[in-house]
């Protein structure tokens, strides 16, 4: 079965760094493109940064120059470095795995991470 399983949540100070990372398996992992989402309480579930499976990469807006998505296939885990962490960021963090094939979209997704940022 498919599993992404992921670590690194927790409580830290604004201005503070967590890496999150989210380890995959029953899937081939290096053809898969994967994201990092998050939700806040009354808000959407938003696209945080994504990577693609030749590493491509692209990041929300408020994140740019703050949070770097990265993978390694070897080890078939997706990262999240995050610093200059911010009470805003404050939010459950998924992992997502997605490809499309023969026009169908296979989508699996992690149980979620909670990130609290202190002021």
């Known amino acids: 079965q498919v599993q992404l399983v992921e670590s690194g949540g927790g409580l830290v100070q604004a201005g503070g760094s967590l890496r999150l990372s989210c380890a995959a398996s029953?899937?081939?992992?290096?053809?898969?493109?994967m994201g990092w989402y998050r939700q806040a309480p009354g808000k959407q579930r938003e696209l945080v940064a994504g990577?693609?499976?030749?590493?491509?990469?692209n990041y929300e807006d408020s994140v740019k120059g703050r949070f770097t998505i990265s993978r390694d296939n070897a080890k078939n885990t997706v990262y999240l470095q995050m610093n200059s962490l911010k009470p805003e960021d404050t939010a459950v963090y998924y992992c997502?795995?997605?490809?499309?094939?023969?026009?169908?979209?296979?989508?699996?997704w992690g149980q979620g991470t909670q990130v609290t940022v202190s002021s």
């Open positions: 997502k795995a997605n490809r499309v094939r023969f026009g169908r979209s296979y989508d699996y």
């Open positions: 029953g899937i081939t992992f290096s053809i898969y493109a």
């Open positions: 990577i693609s499976s030749d590493g491509n990469t």
